[in-house]
Protein backbone atom coordinates (compact mmCIF):
# COMPACT_ATOMS: atom_id res chain seq x y z
CA UNK A 1 0.00 0.00 0.00
CA UNK A 2 2.51 2.97 0.84
CA UNK A 3 4.73 1.80 -2.09
CA UNK A 4 1.45 1.83 -4.32
CA UNK A 5 0.46 5.64 -2.57
CA UNK A 6 3.55 6.57 -2.60
CA UNK A 7 4.35 5.65 -6.17
CA UNK A 8 0.90 6.82 -7.39
CA UNK A 9 1.60 10.51 -5.98
CA UNK A 10 4.85 11.08 -8.09
CA UNK A 11 2.55 9.79 -11.62
CA UNK A 12 0.12 12.19 -10.37
CA UNK A 13 2.52 15.01 -9.98
CA UNK A 14 3.50 14.39 -13.47
CA UNK A 15 -0.22 13.87 -15.03
CA UNK A 16 -1.20 17.64 -13.44
CA UNK A 17 1.74 19.07 -15.71
CA UNK A 18 -0.63 19.15 -18.31
CA UNK A 19 -3.07 20.73 -18.55
CA UNK A 20 -3.36 19.41 -21.27
CA UNK A 21 -3.63 22.27 -22.64
CA UNK A 22 -1.94 25.56 -22.36
CA UNK A 23 0.08 28.43 -20.47
CA UNK A 24 2.71 30.88 -21.89
CA UNK A 25 5.15 31.68 -24.76
CA UNK A 26 6.66 34.34 -26.67
CA UNK A 27 8.62 34.04 -30.26
CA UNK A 28 12.78 34.77 -30.00
CA UNK A 29 12.59 34.86 -34.21
CA UNK A 30 10.00 36.28 -36.51
CA UNK A 31 8.87 39.15 -34.55
CA UNK A 32 6.54 40.55 -37.28
CA UNK A 33 5.17 37.23 -37.36
CA UNK A 34 1.19 36.61 -35.97
CA UNK A 35 -1.53 34.04 -34.81
CA UNK A 36 -3.39 32.77 -38.06
CA UNK A 37 -6.31 32.73 -36.90
CA UNK A 38 -5.83 36.28 -34.79
CA UNK A 39 -8.57 37.25 -32.60
CA UNK A 40 -10.52 33.59 -32.13
CA UNK A 41 -11.24 31.59 -29.30
CA UNK A 42 -9.10 27.93 -29.93
CA UNK A 43 -10.13 25.34 -28.02
CA UNK A 44 -7.52 22.41 -26.76
CA UNK A 45 -8.44 18.44 -25.87
CA UNK A 46 -6.91 15.68 -25.68
CA UNK A 47 -8.35 12.15 -25.22
CA UNK A 48 -5.57 10.47 -23.22
CA UNK A 49 -2.92 11.99 -20.77
CA UNK A 50 -0.76 9.54 -18.78
CA UNK A 51 1.68 9.98 -16.35
CA UNK A 52 4.17 7.21 -15.31
CA UNK A 53 5.54 6.98 -12.22
CA UNK A 54 9.11 5.00 -11.64
CA UNK A 55 7.31 2.57 -9.73
CA UNK A 56 5.37 2.00 -13.25
CA UNK A 57 2.17 2.78 -11.51
CA UNK A 58 0.14 5.05 -14.32
CA UNK A 59 -2.95 7.78 -14.16
CA UNK A 60 -4.83 8.01 -17.27
CA UNK A 61 -7.26 10.78 -17.62
CA UNK A 62 -9.64 10.29 -20.77
CA UNK A 63 -10.85 13.89 -21.15
CA UNK A 64 -8.96 17.70 -20.50
CA UNK A 65 -9.76 20.40 -22.34
CA UNK A 66 -8.97 24.42 -22.12
CA UNK A 67 -9.61 27.30 -24.47
CA UNK A 68 -8.31 30.47 -25.02
CA UNK A 69 -8.51 33.49 -27.42
CA UNK A 70 -5.65 34.33 -29.62
CA UNK A 71 -4.16 37.87 -29.68
CA UNK A 72 -4.99 40.40 -32.40
CA UNK A 73 -1.35 41.08 -33.51
CA UNK A 74 2.01 39.51 -32.48
CA UNK A 75 3.11 35.93 -31.13
CA UNK A 76 2.69 37.22 -27.17
CA UNK A 77 1.19 35.20 -24.50
CA UNK A 78 -2.42 34.97 -24.34
CA UNK A 79 -4.71 33.37 -21.45
CA UNK A 80 -6.61 30.54 -21.09
CA UNK A 81 -9.26 28.72 -19.23
CA UNK A 82 -7.92 26.59 -16.04
CA UNK A 83 -7.63 23.04 -17.85
CA UNK A 84 -10.15 20.60 -16.92
CA UNK A 85 -8.86 17.00 -16.85
CA UNK A 86 -11.16 14.14 -15.78
CA UNK A 87 -12.83 11.13 -17.62
CA UNK A 88 -15.89 12.90 -19.15
CA UNK A 89 -19.22 13.70 -17.55
CA UNK A 90 -22.53 11.83 -16.60
CA UNK A 91 -25.82 12.20 -17.93
CA UNK A 92 -26.24 14.55 -15.17
CA UNK A 93 -23.08 16.45 -15.77
CA UNK A 94 -20.95 15.41 -12.90
CA UNK A 95 -17.53 15.14 -13.71
CA UNK A 96 -16.24 11.35 -13.61
CA UNK A 97 -12.59 11.39 -11.50
CA UNK A 98 -9.76 9.88 -13.60
CA UNK A 99 -8.06 6.29 -13.12
CA UNK A 100 -4.98 4.74 -12.10
CA UNK A 101 -3.51 1.75 -11.81
CA UNK A 102 -3.00 1.16 -8.65
CA UNK A 103 -6.95 1.28 -8.00
CA UNK A 104 -7.36 4.57 -6.77
CA UNK A 105 -9.50 7.58 -8.76
CA UNK A 106 -8.64 11.24 -8.38
CA UNK A 107 -10.25 14.51 -8.47
CA UNK A 108 -8.26 17.76 -10.43
CA UNK A 109 -8.83 21.45 -9.45
CA UNK A 110 -7.21 23.88 -11.23
CA UNK A 111 -6.90 27.26 -10.86
CA UNK A 112 -4.51 30.86 -11.45
CA UNK A 113 -3.88 32.30 -14.68
CA UNK A 114 -3.13 30.06 -17.06
CA UNK A 115 -1.49 30.86 -20.28
CA UNK A 116 -0.22 29.86 -24.08
CA UNK A 117 2.09 31.13 -26.64
CA UNK A 118 4.02 30.07 -29.81
CA UNK A 119 7.78 29.80 -30.19
CA UNK A 120 8.53 30.05 -33.70
CA UNK A 121 11.15 27.64 -35.05
CA UNK A 122 14.67 29.90 -35.57
CA UNK A 123 15.69 30.53 -39.21
CA UNK A 124 12.40 29.57 -41.17
CA UNK A 125 11.89 32.80 -42.20
CA UNK A 126 11.99 31.44 -45.97
CA UNK A 127 10.08 28.11 -45.53
CA UNK A 128 6.48 28.20 -45.92
CA UNK A 129 3.95 28.02 -42.98
CA UNK A 130 2.94 25.28 -41.96
CA UNK A 131 6.22 24.10 -41.17
CA UNK A 132 8.20 21.80 -38.67
CA UNK A 133 9.90 22.98 -35.53
CA UNK A 134 7.18 25.25 -33.75
CA UNK A 135 6.60 24.38 -30.46
CA UNK A 136 3.96 25.59 -27.41
CA UNK A 137 5.68 26.43 -24.43
CA UNK A 138 3.60 26.58 -21.11
CA UNK A 139 3.58 28.12 -18.07
CA UNK A 140 1.69 26.76 -15.34
CA UNK A 141 0.81 29.05 -12.44
CA UNK A 142 2.41 28.21 -9.08
CA UNK A 143 -0.10 25.49 -7.21
CA UNK A 144 -2.23 25.94 -10.20
CA UNK A 145 -3.06 21.83 -10.11
CA UNK A 146 -4.30 19.81 -7.26
CA UNK A 147 -5.23 16.49 -6.95
CA UNK A 148 -7.14 14.93 -3.93
CA UNK A 149 -6.86 10.89 -5.05
CA UNK A 150 -8.77 8.17 -2.82
CA UNK A 151 -5.94 7.35 -0.75
CA UNK A 152 -6.51 10.37 0.93
CA UNK A 153 -2.93 11.91 -0.78
CA UNK A 154 -3.09 15.92 -2.07
CA UNK A 155 -0.57 16.61 -4.74
CA UNK A 156 0.22 20.31 -6.01
CA UNK A 157 1.98 21.01 -9.48
CA UNK A 158 4.38 23.85 -9.13
CA UNK A 159 4.40 24.26 -5.65
CA UNK A 160 7.61 27.15 -5.14
CA UNK A 161 6.91 28.48 -8.13
CA UNK A 162 5.42 28.25 -12.09
CA UNK A 163 6.46 25.78 -14.29
CA UNK A 164 7.97 25.69 -17.82
CA UNK A 165 7.05 22.90 -20.36
CA UNK A 166 7.00 22.65 -23.72
CA UNK A 167 5.53 20.39 -26.39
CA UNK A 168 6.74 19.71 -29.83
CA UNK A 169 3.33 21.91 -32.42
CA UNK A 170 3.08 20.32 -35.92
CA UNK A 171 2.07 24.06 -36.52
CA UNK A 172 -1.04 22.75 -37.81
CA UNK A 173 -3.70 21.43 -34.57
CA UNK A 174 -1.87 18.73 -33.17
CA UNK A 175 1.07 19.33 -29.82
CA UNK A 176 2.85 16.83 -28.49
CA UNK A 177 3.87 16.86 -25.08
CA UNK A 178 6.68 14.16 -23.33
CA UNK A 179 7.98 16.28 -20.40
CA UNK A 180 9.92 14.81 -17.43
CA UNK A 181 10.95 16.13 -14.01
CA UNK A 182 7.87 17.74 -13.16
CA UNK A 183 7.72 19.60 -9.61
CA UNK A 184 4.92 19.02 -7.01
CA UNK A 185 4.46 18.38 -3.24
CA UNK A 186 2.74 15.91 -1.66
CA UNK A 187 0.89 16.14 1.62
CA UNK A 188 -0.99 13.56 3.32
CA UNK A 189 -1.02 10.12 5.42
CA UNK A 190 2.41 8.25 5.29
CA UNK A 191 2.13 6.11 2.92
CA UNK A 192 1.80 9.17 0.69
CA UNK A 193 5.10 9.74 0.98
CA UNK A 194 4.82 13.46 1.69
CA UNK A 195 7.38 15.58 0.11
CA UNK A 196 8.68 16.92 -2.70
CA UNK A 197 8.38 14.69 -5.60
CA UNK A 198 8.83 14.49 -9.82
CA UNK A 199 7.48 12.56 -12.45
CA UNK A 200 6.61 12.22 -16.78
CA UNK A 201 3.86 13.32 -18.41
CA UNK A 202 2.46 12.16 -21.59
CA UNK A 203 -0.23 13.78 -24.24
CA UNK A 204 -1.38 14.74 -27.14
CA UNK A 205 -3.44 17.79 -27.69
CA UNK A 206 -5.70 18.45 -30.97
CA UNK A 207 -6.13 22.58 -31.34
CA UNK A 208 -10.18 23.34 -32.97
CA UNK A 209 -9.70 25.84 -35.16
CA UNK A 210 -6.10 24.90 -36.00
CA UNK A 211 -3.27 27.16 -34.88
CA UNK A 212 -0.55 28.23 -36.96
CA UNK A 213 2.22 31.01 -37.86
CA UNK A 214 2.13 34.14 -39.88
CA UNK A 215 4.01 36.65 -41.39
Known amino acids: MTRKAGGFAVAVAAWLALSVVLAS ?46 PATGLGVFATSAPKFNDGYTSTGAAKPCTDSAGGTDVITTSGTWRVGFIDA ?29 FGCVITLAPSAAFTLVGAYNDISKVTFNVKNVPASVSGPSFCSPGTSTGSFQAVYTLSP ?6
Open 122 to 150: AGDETVSEPNTGDRLKIVIPQGGAVDHNS
Open 25 to 70: ATSTTDSDDHYKPASTLIKAKSTKTVATAASGITLTCTNSTTSGKT
Open 210 to 215: GLSDAS
